[in-house]
């Protein structure tokens, strides 16, 4: 008996130094999983190891997860509950239930990523997606990042205290401020610097809680093995900083996308610059800490100016006053369209500098740059533009490509992968399997790729949900995210929309009647998948697909009946048009993550005052229609972020189409019709406060039925 409990005294003094360690993964555990609480044990690895690596083996009735990092620990979690219990979370639902005794390892397994980096989020993402995100929210977020993997990730929020410290010091007004922070649904932009001020004012109680949620984040980002990266000082200055001191240095940048006044540039060269970082980076320290290593900022993004700017010289002094307060950090800069220019990158110090390839999912940057000059850089996929919601992707190329990168001459430069999208909601399986690839998984057997993903996303394996998914790889899943045409419901009514965006594509470049196949095969496995929350947003996510491609076909039979003349035909095709946005609305009303209410609730519970409440859900409404600004109908972004959302559809969608066919039915009639000022109509909108929904009503399998009958006449 004696040396029994000798034995337990010393398991448990090698053990308590680990549990301690891996204490945070624990509490995850408990938030997420509760029916691993006791179950699971952390051990720190011996095993040496070129990147982080975890072994999972059983012991007794535990799982042992033996992990390099917190990281890797929180990742082993994620391993196991996909390959054992077959249990997954994502942003479309999640697959998870109580089990009372743990599925076996029967033999040790061991798992690691020659990747230092595992990165994640676009400045876009902190609108497009966390506009209005509460501490709850970032709970659940930060977990999801954890568990898979993320070690390295984008934090801007709470900038806007910085800068309202700066400037109160500056000599600015307090209105003057205000002018200058953008609104809750705009931050990303301003932060990059296309714009200043659009979206506001915000108040001193938003201002705060900016800056109080973000010590919050940055807390548990590091407790669960995260690093954040923070916003630099860039020299990016109000427009009106050359104004109040005309002796400096600034070049104006002119105007971005449709008419945004973008920040000024400030010469690092100028002392107003040195006193300003001095004061940026005193003021970052005091609210979010000494210990940052990674800091985010782009100059000259999407454009801008360098007149009268040595670029290499400004680049250096900037780098070296980031050093200055912050020893041995690392500029992260973007790949994306020229930036960052070559120049600039010559004035840099390469060890201190990453770069994140944005695009890898359809372009070979890290390639054609030659590891970007030669320059440490991440394999980035976007895979979600402006939040639309839009099954579309190239999988195959998510899970093959960056292990090509890695082996290939540029190899040596590529110190990670990253997921980069500006909304991180819409399909959660490219996201999944893009951060999978890091571990060396899933790699290129795409039938055993979604084999596997099939049994922990919805629980099980099912041969007919097996089938559909093929079809979805040979077609939607199959091509670039910029080759899938935007829902035309979604489109500012014209007689000759195309592309229902700017930017978007104006066709579907895949079959369109393989995911019409896919969504029968499902609907056929629909008995077995019965209360699956996962398998009900995929179904009800499909569903949607093959309407709105269903929609494009019919609006151009649609118009050219109606520039034939052809009334009957023209009459047809219009009520039917119709038929389908409302079918289209009542399908996606079944399902909150596809119902407008509940990203209105969520901007109104944001706010503080009532005012507060007001200006967020106008941030909310005016970001997913006209985005801005007030003054231009022809806005280069109205659309951009289209929502094909239950709710919308029903509501603004309908009524705009509405509109537009009352004026073509006049016109046929041979009596006047006045233009329809869908502008008007939009702001309009985007100043409503009316409710919707947020509770799915309906049967999805009867709305699901009504779509394969209509489209099958």
């Given at each position: 008996m004696k040396k029994i409990f000798t034995l337990m005294i010393a398991c448990m003094a090698f053990s308590l130094p680990h549990a301690q360690e891996y204490s945070q993964v624990q509490q995850l555990i408990n938030r997420q999983f509760p029916f691993l609480k006791g179950k699971v044990q952390f051990r720190k690895t011996t095993i040496k190891d070129k990147g982080d690596t975890f072994r999972l083996y059983q012991h007794g009735r535990s799982l042992v997860i033996e992990a390099s990092t917190v990281s890797a620990a929180a990742y082993g979690v994620n391993y196991y509950l996909k390959n054992y219990a077959h249990m997954s979370l994502s942003h479309y639902g999640d697959n998870v239930r109580a089990i009372t005794q743990l599925p076996a390892v029967t033999d040790?397994?061991?798992?690691?990523?020659?990747?230092?980096?595992?990165?994640?989020?676009?400045?876009?993402?902190?609108?497009?997606?966390?506009?209005?995100?509460?501490w709850n929210d970032w709970e659940r977020e930060l977990d999801w990042m954890a568990l898979n993997g993320i070690n390295t990730m984008l934090a801007p929020i709470g900038t806007e205290k910085i800068w309202q410290k700066m400037l109160t010091s500056l000599g600015y007004t307090d209105s003057e401020i205000r002018a200058y922070i953008p609104g809750p649904g705009f931050n990303a932009w301003w932060l990059m610097g296309n714009m200043e001020g659009w979206g506001g004012p915000v108040s001193d109680g938003m201002i705060n809680k900016w800056g109080l949620l973000q010590q919050k984040i940055i807390k548990r980002m590091k407790e669960l093995g995260i690093q954040p990266v923070l916003q630099a000082f860039t020299g990016l200055v109000p427009d009106n900083l050359a104004v109040k001191y005309p002796k400096a240095k600034i070049v104006r940048q002119g105007k971005w996308a449709g008419g945004f006044q973008r920040p000024a540039f400030l010469a690092p060269s100028d002392s107003?610059?040195?006193?300003?970082?001095?004061?940026?980076?005193?003021?970052?320290?005091?609210?979010?800490?000494?210990?940052?290593?990674?800091f985010g900022g782009d100059l000259f993004h999407e454009g801008g100016k360098a007149t009268g700017i040595d670029v290499p010289e400004a680049a250096g002094d900037i780098q070296k006053i980031m050093q200055q307060y912050y020893p041995g950090s690392i500029w992260v800069l973007q790949g994306w369209q020229d930036n960052p220019?070559?120049?600039?990158?010559?004035?840099?110090?390469?060890?201190n500098v990453l770069i994140l390839d944005l695009k890898g999912e359809?372009?070979?940057?890290?390639?054609?740059?030659?590891?970007?000059?030669?320059?440490?850089?991440?394999?980035?996929s976007v895979n979600d533009w402006g939040g639309k919601i839009t099954m579309i992707g190239d999988l195959k190329r998510l899970v093959t490509e960056p292990q090509r990168a890695y082996r290939s001459p540029q190899g040596k430069w590529m110190k990670g992968i990253g997921i980069i999208p500006e909304s991180i909601t819409a399909n959660p399986v490219a996201f999944d399997l893009a951060l999978q690839t890091a571990w060396s998984e899933p790699g290129a057997d795409m039938d055993n790729v979604i084999k596997r993903y099939i049994s922990y996303r919805y629980g099980a394996y099912n041969?007919?949900?097996?089938?559909?998914?093929?079809?979805?790889?040979?077609?939607?899943?199959?091509?670039?995210d910029s080759k899938g045409a935007e829902a035309i419901f979604c489109a500012r009514p014209s007689e000759n929309v195309t592309n229902t965006s700017t930017w978007g594509s104006d066709s579907t470049q895949y079959d369109a009647q393989k995911p019409v196949q896919a969504l029968r095969l499902f609907r056929k496995a629909a008995v077995q998948f019965q209360g699956s929350v996962t398998f009900k947003v995929d179904m009800v996510d499909?569903?949607?697909?093959?309407m709105s491609n269903q929609g494009r076909v019919v609006y151009v039979d649609c118009m050219k009946a109606y520039k034939a003349k052809d009334i009957k035909a023209y009459q047809k095709w219009r009520d039917l048009f119709l038929q389908m946005i409302r079918l289209q609305n009542?399908?996606?009303?079944?399902?909150?993550?596809?119902?407008?209410?509940?990203?209105?609730?969520?901007?109104?519970?944001?706010?503080?005052?009532p005012d507060d409440k007001k200006l967020c859900e106008w941030n909310a409404r005016a970001q997913i229609t006209y985005w801005g600004p007030d003054y231009n109908p022809k806005t280069d972004l109205h659309e951009y972020a289209n929502k094909e959302w239950g709710g919308m559809l029903g509501s603004f969608y309908l009524h705009r189409w509405q509109m537009f066919f009352n004026e073509l039915d006049s016109r046929l009639k041979g009596q006047r019709s006045k233009?329809?000022?869908?502008?008007?109509?939009?702001?309009?909108?985007?100043?409503?406060?009316?409710?919707?929904?947020?509770?799915?009503?309906?049967?999805?399998?009867?709305?699901a039925d009504r779509v394969i009958k209509l489209i099958s006449q």
């Open positions: 040790t397994v061991s798992v690691n990523t020659p990747f230092q980096i595992r990165y994640a989020l676009n400045y876009c993402t902190y609108n497009y997606t966390y506009s209005f995100y509460n107003l610059f040195i006193k300003m970082a001095r004061q940026y980076y005193t003021e970052m320290q005091t609210l979010y800490g000494k210990d940052i290593q990674y220019r070559k120049e600039l990158l010559a004035g840099l110090k390469k060890e359809e372009f070979n940057e890290w390639e054609s740059r030659n590891g970007f000059e030669g320059t440490p850089y991440i394999w980035g041969k007919d949900v097996y089938e559909g998914w093929k079809l979805l790889l040979n077609s939607l899943y199959g091509v670039p499909l569903a949607r697909q093959v009542e399908l996606l009303n079944t399902e909150p993550n596809f119902m407008l209410g509940t990203w209105l609730k969520q901007a109104r519970a944001f706010g503080i005052t233009t329809v000022d869908y502008f008007t109509v939009e702001k309009n909108w985007a100043r409503q406060q009316n409710a919707y929904p947020t509770k799915g009503t309906g049967n999805f399998l009867t709305e």
